[in-house]
């Protein structure tokens, strides 16, 4: 659904991550968000002798996208990585999707993932005798194929 008006952009503040299509929760940020093909330069020569480079686009480039969250008891996200590093490589596949939406909450778009794994998972936050701080998990997410819709 388009913005409201077409001076409109969408806010960085309302977003949602999805895993195998269940909301990760107390999501704070998500960050390398980036999707591209591969550059195939080639050179030749054209029939008056002139040495020409040109480029071409190529494959789609498999990437990877964080996300960090509240730390919270919940182990679905370590137990994700606990599954690679067990070698069960084909449980732990699975698909992706981030949504960006406007400020009223309807969906601005989507980019879904597919064969998504998990690289790791690191605690964040300062350890320290009286602070009012969260505690974050940040994870990886690694990924094969990557569509707009």
Same mark, same amino acid.
């Given at each position: 659904m388009p913005l409201p008006d077409a001076m409109d952009?969408?806010? @960085?503040?309302? /977003?949602s991550v999805t895993i195998d299509g269940v909301q990760v929760p107390y999501v704070m940020e998500v960050s390398g968000l980036k999707s591209e093909v591969d550059k195939i330069s080639y050179q030749h020569q054209d029939?008056? #002798?002139k040495f020409i480079t040109r480029q071409m686009m190529g494959r789609q480039k498999? #990437?990877? /996208?964080? &996300?960090?969250r509240g730390l919270t008891d919940s182990k679905t996200i370590t137990d994700w990585l606990k599954k690679i590093m067990q070698g069960d490589l @084909? #449980?732990?596949?699975?698909t992706a999707a981030v949504k960006i939406m406007s400020s009223d909450g309807t969906p601005v778009?989507?980019?879904?993932y597919r064969n998504c794994w998990i690289k790791d998972v690191e605690v964040g936050g300062t350890l320290k005798a009286g602070s009012t701080e969260p505690m974050t998990e940040t994870f990886t &997410?690694?990924?094969d194929?990557?569509?707009f819709a």
């Open positions: 952009l969408a806010p @960085a503040y309302s /977003f029939q008056s #002798g498999p #990437g990877e /996208f964080k &996300v960090k @084909a #449980g732990a596949r699975k778009t989507t980019l879904n &997410v690694c990924w194929e990557m569509e």
